[in-house]
């Protein structure tokens, strides 16, 4: 079972570096938008790390209390995005704090699962 957990953690990860490679290519492209695998790096992430919440006969307790924390960064990042898109369609551009603010908040989120124990 933990080796199943440990592919998870590995799902999850990717959906992390999806989200937050394909910010950084943007931003390094200086293109302040939104981009579908954006979106799908979010989701990645987001079912994975559900299911690392779940309590799958391990001999240690999960930190719920982490766990709500990266969910609501996860939840404002989403919520980033999805006005960034409809900014996007509407007036051909993204507000460049939204922009900024995802890239800062996933590497927060990332920081969060690595150095909240």
Known sequence: M??????VVFIHLIGFATLF??????AYNRR???TPLMNIGL???AVAGLALAAPWGLEYDLNYTKIGVKLVVLL???????IGQSKQRKTGSMPSAL?????VLTALN??????WR
């Open 99 to 103: 922009f900024w603010l995802v890239g």
């Open 32 to 34: 302040i938008r939104v």
């Open 76 to 82: 404002i990042i989403g919520a980033f995005l999805g």
């Open 43 to 45: 989701v990645i992430a």
């Open 21 to 26: 490679g394909a910010w950084a290519v943007e």
């Open 110 to 115: 990332a920081a969060i699962a690595v150095i």
């Open 2 to 7: 933990e080796t199943v957990r440990h592919v």
